[in-house]
C-alpha cells in the first residue's frame, strides 16, 4: 500500500483560489495518493469569522503531512490597528518553519531581465532565515513622536541550524552535479551582530569538509547576482536581507509570477509562490499559475526525500521540466509575454506531463 499524503490547502485571496484549484488538479493527475484538506484563512476568512488564521485551520496544517498555500491576504482589508493581515507569517511562527528555500533558476529561452552569456544557466537557492533577525520586532518596534526603533535578534540556536539546512541542501544538489558551495550573505563588516552569525556559520561549515563555504556582504551580493548570477550555489542569510535578496531573485527569473518557494522546518513544510494576492488582477483568470505548480513541485521534491519515494522526486523533476518546456515555447500568460489564460497555461503544463 502506498501512503496517503494528507495536504493541508489555503486557497486564500485575491488570484489565490484561481492558481491553487488547477494546481490541485495537476497533483490528481500524477500516481500519487493525495488526500486535500481545505483551510479557511486570510483576508476572506477574517471577514467572515474575525481571525485570518482560524484554529481549526492551523489544527489540520499540523496534522499535515505537508502544506500548500497559494496568497492569503488583501491590502484592504486591515486589522483595527491599521496593520495589514499576516497569516502566512504566523504560520510561520506557529510551525517554526526556519529555513525559507527561494530557488533561482534561469532556463535558456526564459525571460529574464539579464543578458546571458552564451551557454551559462542560473541555478541557485537562497536559503531565508525566518523566525527571527530583522523581523523579531515585527509589528511590536517602538514608535514615538521623534523616534523609532527596531531589533535585530540573532540566536545561536536559529542562526546554527538554518546554517546547517543550507549545508544539508547544498550536499543534496552536490550529488546532482552542484558545485557542493554554501555562502553567507551577511553584513559583518558593520555590524557585529552579523559577526557573531559569520563565526557560527563557520562553526557549521567545518563539519562539512566536502563542500566549499565563503562569505559576502549583502550589498555586494545585491550586485554578484545581477552581474554573475551563474556563480552561485546555496547562499543563507538573515531574514530581512533574505526577503529583499529573494525578490531580487524572482526579479532575475522574469518577475513574481515565475517565484516558487517553501518555509521548512523540523515537522512541518509550507510551500507556496513568493507572489501575494494580486487584487489588481483577481478575478479575470489572467494569473500566471506557474509560481504556484512550482511551489507543488517542491512540495513533491520534499516529500518523496523525507518519505524516501523516488517516484515523488521524479515527478518533481517532471513538473519542473513541464514548465520549463512552456516557458520556452511561449505557452505562457501575458505577464510572460504569452496569450494564455490561468487555465490555458496550467492545461499547458499538464498537457507536456
Ligand atoms: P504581498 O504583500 O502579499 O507580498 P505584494 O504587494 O508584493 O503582495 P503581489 O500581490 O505579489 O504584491 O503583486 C505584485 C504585482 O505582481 C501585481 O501587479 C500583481 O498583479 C503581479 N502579480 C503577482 N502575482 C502574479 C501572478 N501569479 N500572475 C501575474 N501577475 C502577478
Ligand atoms: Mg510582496
Known sequence: MSKTFNIAVFSGDG???EIMAPTLDLLRGLEHDFAFHDCPAGAASYRECGSDLPERSLATARAADAILLSALGDPAVRKPDGTELTPQIDLRIALDLYAGVRPVRIVPGMRTPLALPEGKTVDFVLIRESTEGLFHTRNRGRVEPDLAEETLRLTRKSTARVCDFAFRMARERLAEGHPGRVTSVDKANVFRAFAFWRGIFDEVAGGYPDLTA??????????WMVIRPW????????????????DLGAG???GLG??????IGEDHAVFQPCHGSAPDIAGRGVANPFAMILSAGMMLD?????YD???LLRDAARVRAAVDGCIVAGETTGDLGGML???????????RL
Open 15 to 17: 488570484i489565490g483560489p
Open 214 to 223: 565563503d562569505h559576502a556582504y549583502v550589498d555586494a551580493m545585491a550586485l
Open 231 to 246: 556563480d552561485w550555489d546555496v547562499m543563507v542569510t538573515e531574514n530581512m536581507f533574505g526577503d529583499i535578496l529573494s
Open 252 to 254: 532575475l527569473m522574469g
Open 258 to 263: 515565475m517565484a516558487p518557494s517553501a518555509d
Open 302 to 306: 520534499w516529500l518523496g526525500r523525507r
Open 309 to 311: 519515494v523516488p517516484d
Open 341 to 351: 489564460d490561468t487555465r490555458g497555461a496550467a492545461a499547458a503544463v499538464m498537457a
